[in-house]
């Protein structure tokens, strides 16, 4: 799957988002998509081949349907999803791939008001027009759904990084302190990657450490003063993973 960086810098022209837009319905070659797009063919086989150097589509030779040479086809050929969320206290990216297969195979991973729909779809290899078109507008239904929730609960993790930010600043005596604390509350259910942290703000590999355990020693101070000496917690729960040392 192509990188994020490298799909932005793909995607930012918007020539090559008209191309795709074309592609993802049915393969074109260059002189259709030109007429199409009303750009130059000079210019569409230029962005066809940023597009298939960064693998978002492939081509093939297809023979002529009027008996003429054989024309180059071109069709999408990534699947994937990408999401930015911008605003004050919020920086988030997300690139995840489309996962593949029927709808018995998706079914495990749908919500369950998707359930009706996957009995109908079953096996099935074709539908028709009108059912794809009821099947589509269901599907959009749930999606839209999903959406919203998606941004209520960014929202809800935008306001949890400004109602902290204060204290952040407060219990942080320098600017690599407070960066290390956002990278923690950045990806809370992973470790920080200190060699990396460190080379990002040119600081020496044991200083990160060293404010690692102070924070490590602060965040033990923080559930402290918060759920009292001991908490309490159902068996198996794991533990957050900075109470490891």
Do not use: C
């Not at 599907?139 to 902290?164: G, S």
């Amino acid at each position: 799957m192509v990188g994020f960086d490298e799909a932005l810098s793909v995607l930012e022209n918007p020539t090559r988002r008209e191309i795709l837009m074309l592609l993802v319905k049915e393969p074109h070659y260059p002189l259709q998509i030109s007429e199409l797009i009303n750009v130059s063919q000079q210019a569409v086989v230029k962005h066809l081949k940023v597009l298939e150097n960064a693998d978002f589509v492939n081509s093939e030779m297809v023979a002529s349907e009027k008996g003429g040479p054989p024309k180059k086809m071109y069709k999408v050929d990534q699947s994937f999803s990408i999401r930015l969320d911008l605003g004050p206290d919020l920086f988030r990216t997300e690139h995840r791939k489309i996962p593949s297969g029927g709808a018995m195979k998706l079914s495990n991973k749908l919500p369950i008001e998707l359930a009706g729909v996957v009995k109908r779809m079953g096996t099935r290899r074709k539908l028709d027009l009108a059912e794809a078109i009821d099947v589509l507008g269901e599907l959009d239904i749930v999606l839209e759904k999903i959406d919203n929730q998606r941004d209520a609960i960014i929202a809800m993790h935008q306001q949890v990084k400004k109602k902290v930010s204060s204290s952040v600043s407060e219990h942080s005596n320098s600017y690599e302190e407070r960066r290390l604390a956002h990278a923690v509350m950045n990806q809370p259910r992973r470790p920080v990657d200190l060699d990396l942290f460190s080379h990002g703000l040119r600081i020496q590999s044991m200083d990160a450490e060293e404010m690692m355990e102070n924070l490590r020693e602060r965040l033990l101070r923080d559930l402290a003063s918060s759920k009292g000496d001991f908490v309490a917690a159902s068996k198996g729960t794991p533990l957050p993973w900075w109470l490891a040392k």
